[in-house]
């Protein structure tokens, strides 16, 4: 009876043991491992990270070399990620980096570069020109209807039309007259068009996230119907195919995530790091937990690894590997000691014989 008890309390560890892994493994674990990270955890995450590379040793080539290019909006970002880290920079390089933007917001600077930029977006120098002078123009059907003319001036003197250009033209004219129903509003649909119209002539799309937005927009369109927009005989919103529309209202969403949490010019230079609607929607959960830092938690940190702040092994799987490793660090034990044990009674018994 004694040596049943014993038996039994020796076995009762690797008994729970295997009762726990069987309970997690009833669980299915590791059928989904990864889960969201909540926005205090993505936040924590990207702080630290950021806080440990940036330096005065990152920072200094860096802005050196945006103000040789004069380019305003790197400048912007490191200098805000100088304040943000409590990075001192050379008085030499303030004083440079103050006589550049002199030499660039003055007022006659300001008007002709916010009219220029105002007209074409290309030619914005900075955020706020972007944010001040184009936003407001694009955001409206104005804005629309100008790429609509950009596109028939390249059809009247036979050039190449831009058919991304003019699909995201034509979805942001029907959505301001209409309420598609895609489960999105008027608004975002419009707004997502624009940004992305105009964030592509500036170059912030990628060639992936083109290339799907191509394909997006080639079956949202009735592309057949454009002759009867042209003599007015259809309105913008009879050329959209609603049923169409789901990922790209999903994508307006996430920028208009984006653009509330930073800027709608900020947005759109994120679109920078966005190759699918899905990167897009992760890049905004970025921006609801650090908002207007994303950009420089990209520039530290590359795209991958910010996005890889998203997600976190879940508790579940986390329990579950430890229980696992726990039962088979028990049965090594238990094996270790059964193999000592054969070890000292075979020694047992040849001792005597060798006396």
């Known amino acids: 009876m004694r040596g ?56 200094l080539p860096r802005v050196q070399d945006a103000l040789l290019a004069e380019d305003l909006m790197r400048l912007d970002l490191l200098l805000g990620l100088a304040n943000d880290h409590g990075v001192v920079l050379p008085r030499e390089l303030i004083e440079d980096i103050a006589a550049l933007d002199a030499a660039t917001s003055g007022f006659v600077a300001r008007t002709t570069g916010c009219g220029a930029c105002a ?23 104005a804005g629309d209807v100008n790429a609509l003319r950009r596109a028939g001036v390249d059809y009247l003197s036979g050039g190449d039309i ?27 649909v419009k707004a997502g068009a624009s940004v992305l119209r105009a964030a592509r002539r500036l170059g912030m799309v990628t060639p992936a996230l083109a290339a799907r937005l191509t394909s997006l927009v080639g079956d949202a369109v009735r592309w057949d119907r454009l002759g009867d927009l042209a003599r007015g005989r259809a309105a913008p919103q009879d050329l959209i195919v609603t049923a169409k529309m789901e990922e790209l209202t999903g994508l307006g969403r996430s920028l208009g995530r984006m653009a509330d949490t930073t800027s709608v010019a900020e947005a759109m230079t994120l679109l920078r790091f966005v190759d699918t609607p899905q990167e897009a929607a992760r890049l905004a959960r970025v921006t609801d937990a650090i908002g207007p830092r994303t950009r420089g938690a990209i520039e530290v940190l590359g795209k991958s690894r910010v996005l890889r702040a998203t997600v976190r092994i879940s508790n579940l799987a986390i329990g579950a590997a430890a229980a696992l490793y726990l039962a088979v660090l028990q049965v090594l034990i238990f094996c270790g000691q059964q193999g000592c044990n054969l070890c000292i009674r075979s020694l047992r018994r040849r001792m005597p014989r060798q006396i």
């Open 4 to 59: 049943a008890v014993l038996t039994g309390l020796h076995l009762l560890p690797f008994v729970l043991t295997l009762t726990a892994v069987a309970w997690f493994l009833a669980q299915s674990p590791f059928s989904a491992p990864m889960v969201q990270a909540t926005t205090a955890q993505i936040d924590r995450t990207l702080t630290r990270a950021m806080a440990r590379d940036v330096d005065r040793a990152w920072l």
């Open 119 to 141: 007209v074409d977006i290309t030619a914005c120098e900075t955020l706020s020109q972007i944010s001040l002078c184009a936003i407001p123009f694009e955001l409206t059907p």
């Open 162 to 188: 831009d058919r991304l250009d003019v699909g995201l033209a034509v979805i942001g004219l029907g959505a301001t007259g209409a309420v598609l129903a895609t489960g999105g509003s008027s608004y975002s």
